[in-house]
């Protein structure tokens, strides 16, 4: 029953994402064009459903649109005063990482430095953040097994979501985040792929244009590389006589994991892939839980009290500074980046070696331990 359910929704997902294309093959392959700046440009216009006339709109998209515009009011003034007590780009990062307020084209400078050393995705909100919002809350509240507490995470952290102006990643995480925690709340066996895969299947059946979303395809591609290839990267660690992973090291192979996932595709779109990544990412993760935190409390001092604002920007920004100064001690590797652009079979050749090194290695580390 669950393996036809399965089947019927991959159908179902299949005939969204060929209706989306018009059956075209030709559309099919011009939308996963490398030609990233183009289609991103295209689509960015027409997705856009609050451009359009408030007369033409339904009622659900008029109040989307209505909370999307007091949401961008809200994270515009917030961003203000924020600015008034941290310095730039300390600044910019905590409204990146609070309510996904990508600022830093007004500093392209560090933008640069950001995509040298591969630290992007940490700047914006994502699984990562929702998931530790959902968490804190779950703390504050008590057991997440209670189906009153169950309700008051998933509403907040849809509005949290919302507040970031329902970006794609972010509706993403919480569509995901969700669905792991309603399996987990009725006692199902929550195995990461599965849920990965069924989250994926959701929003191609809701968005099916999203399959062809670069963001999308980083984000399922670094997730399946945390939940499968560490264990191949344990494996060949305790070859080499490192059985007791340190924490460092530990960091370093899910930063890896995710790296040898997306390379591929950031070769692919961007022509381009970070070297110094595989090393800053463990270095400076540590702080983003921390900062993201602090940062949500400093976003609503500022509303209320400007000394307690001055107070928690003090005590932030040490960790803030810290992101700042390593990304930029990195980025002047000369070396920290390299310019290279896969084909598409390149990708598929990556793919398929990629996936036969896991499935050797985590079959060996099975006989070794029988």
């Known amino acids: 029953m669950r393996g036809g359910l399965f089947f019927l929704l991959v159908v179902f997902g299949i005939a969204r994402v060929g209706t989306c294309v018009g059956w075209s093959y030709e559309a099919l392959k011009e939308r996963f064009s490398n030609d990233f700046e183009a289609s991103y440009k295209i689509s960015d216009a027409s997705t856009d459903v609050c451009s359009g006339l408030s007369t033409k709109l339904t009622l659900g998209e008029r109040l989307y649109c209505t909370f999307k515009g007091e949401s961008q009011k809200f994270k515009s003034s917030a961003s203000g005063k924020v ?159 490192l059985k007791n992973v340190p924490g460092f090291l530990e960091d370093f192979t899910t930063s890896l994991s995710a790296q040898l996932m997306v390379n591929p595709i950031i070769s692919y779109y961007f022509g381009t892939i970070s070297i110094v990544s595989l090393v800053a990412n463990p270095l400076v993760l540590w702080v983003v839980p921390v900062c993201t935190i602090l940062g949500g409390v400093l976003v609503l001092a500022v509303f209320i009290n400007s000394l307690l604002a001055h107070v928690l920007s003090f005590v932030m920004f040490p960790f803030l500074d810290f992101f700042v100064s390593f990304s930029e001690f990195f980025a002047n590797f000369s070396r920290a980046s390299v310019n290279m652009r896969f084909s598409p079979f390149a990708v598929l050749i990556y793919y398929a070696l990629l996936f036969l090194m896991i499935r050797l290695f985590r079959k060996r580390k099975t006989k070794d331990t029988v």
């Open 83 to 241: 600015q008034e007590v941290l310095p730039s780009p300390h600044s910019e990062l905590v409204m990146g990482m609070v309510l996904g307020e990508n600022q830093f084209k007004l500093i392209p400078t560090y933008n640069d430095i950001l995509k040298r050393v591969g630290l992007v995705h940490v700047v914006v909100v994502s699984g990562y953040n929702i998931s530790l919002v959902f968490a804190l809350l779950m703390r504050l509240l008590g057991s997440q097994y209670k189906i009153k507490n169950l309700v008051i995470g998933l509403f907040a952290t849809f509005i949290y979501a919302g507040i970031s102006g329902f970006g794609i990643p972010a509706v993403r995480a919480w569509i995901m985040g969700s669905i792991a925690v309603i399996f987990k709340f009725y006692g199902r066996p929550t195995q990461g792929i599965k849920i990965l895969i069924f989250s994926a299947i959701v929003i191609l059946l809701l968005a099916p244009e999203q399959l062809f979303s670069v963001s999308f395809q980083l984000s399922f591609m670094a997730t399946l590389g945390v939940m499968l290839v560490p264990d191949a990267l344990s494996n060949i660690l305790a070859r080499l006589g």
